[in-house]
């Protein structure tokens, strides 16, 4: 569970299908109540990218479920990286002072393997 960085970034694969790409922070408490921030990349896919696309916004706390999925390369002068996403394949908007429901979505409605842009 997290909050939004920014709002999530809509784009369209070219088989049509919404994709959503948003920024979610969370912190961990520590002992002597110290904080740390990590910042996680999230994908929502199909109807979860239609749905983030349109509700989540800028600071709103989220509850993301997904796979984590890394990507590794070699840059031009031979350094090697990582870089790892969440898939979503559910999420709980957390609104204040309203009722939370959690919807599942058909995996099919999630995403396709050659939708990743890994």
Known sequence: MG???GDPEI???MNGKTVATANIATTARMKKGDKHTTWHKVI???KLGEVAGEYLKKGKLVYVEGNIQSKEWTDKE???HRNY???ATNMVMMPAGE??????YDEDDIFAEEDLPL
């Open 44 to 46: 929502f896919f199909n």
């Open 11 to 13: 784009r369209h694969t």
């Open 99 to 104: 009722r939370i429901e959690k919807k599942k």
């Open 78 to 80: 031979g350094k090697k």
């Open 85 to 87: 996403v969440i898939v």
């Open 3 to 5: 909050r939004l960085g």
